[in-house]
């Protein structure tokens, strides 16, 4: 009596020895991979043989329509009231984030707290500590020129 068993077969896939415990249904692949791979190619051939109506492949070529959108970023030129001259407004901060200023009160008292700190604390303030005194008392001059009196008008109004 002659009696024969699987022991192992090539994967349907990539044609790599694929071991057989002797138990259930031989394996045909290897790894999920090649066995999805495999059902992917089969499902693609039954696909191209329907109609285009019905999902099939199209002989005509493929057409493309490509969008380009292009944004640059420039620095805007602001006339200073006070000198008459164009200064440059940073487009952005230093660490690259988008510039804006405080929008309120309690966002300004922030920010020139913040800047106290760092007139103090960070060297490479130093060199336009001037600059930034200069800037600081013009401003200031505008706020109390333009605060209102007792009376509530501004000086200067009748």
Known sequence: MVREQLVERSCAWC???????????PPRFCSPVHRRRAWEVRSAEERAGRPVS????STEPVREIVQRTETVVRPQIVQDAGRGSAAPRP????????YTLPED????????????????TNPKVAPFREHIANACEKTLQVLRSEMPGPDGTTPGEP
């Open 54 to 57: 019905k999902g099939g492949r």
């Open 105 to 120: 009160a309690v966002e300004w008292i922030e920010a020139l707290a913040a800047l106290r700190r760092e007139a103090v």
């Open 91 to 98: 487009a952005q901060r230093l660490s690259g984030q988008p």
């Open 15 to 25: 044609g790599e020895p694929v071991a057989y415990s002797g138990r259930g249904r």
